[in-house]
């Protein structure tokens, strides 16, 4: 069984950091994309971030352009999201994704993803 385990999250002041970590199980993705989404409450799930299945290309979104990092270590299956100088925007259930299709650069739109974890809730207050 497939699984993506999201962990890291948690409730923390404006200004502060926040280290999300996703871990594969079930099958290896080394060589898939795989993205970081976000969905607060009433609000569709949005992009974050994504990464190549080599780590060599990242895109984000614009909101998190220059305060997030995604990473990932093929070794160990796992996706990394580090999150500074975070913003009560930024507080939402983030999902960690994964595209089936091997070697794709590495998709904006959730629907081009087809393994998801369960989520992991980060709430910033001011």
């Known amino acids: 069984q497939v699984q993506l385990i999201e962990s890291g999250g948690g409730l923390v002041q404006a200004g502060d950091s926040l280290r999300l970590s996703c871990a594969a199980s079930?099958?290896?993705?080394?060589?898939?994309?795989m993205g970081w989404f976000r969905q607060a409450p009433g609000k569709e799930r949005e992009f974050v971030a994504t990464?190549?299945?080599?780590?060599?290309?990242?895109a984000y979104a614009d909101s998190v352009k220059g305060r997030f990092t995604i990473s990932r270590d093929n070794a160990k299956n796992t996706v990394y999201l580090q999150m500074n100088s975070l913003k009560p925007e930024d507080t939402a259930v983030y999902y960690c994704?994964?595209?089936?299709?091997?070697?794709?650069?590495?998709?904006?739109?959730?629907?081009?993803?087809?393994?998801w974890g369960q989520g992991t809730q980060v709430t910033v207050s001011s």
């Open positions: 994704a994964a595209e089936g299709t091997r070697f794709l650069s590495g998709s904006k739109r959730y629907q081009d993803y087809d393994y």
């Open positions: 079930g099958r290896t993705f080394s060589s898939n994309a």
């Open positions: 990464i190549t299945w080599r780590g060599g290309s990242t």
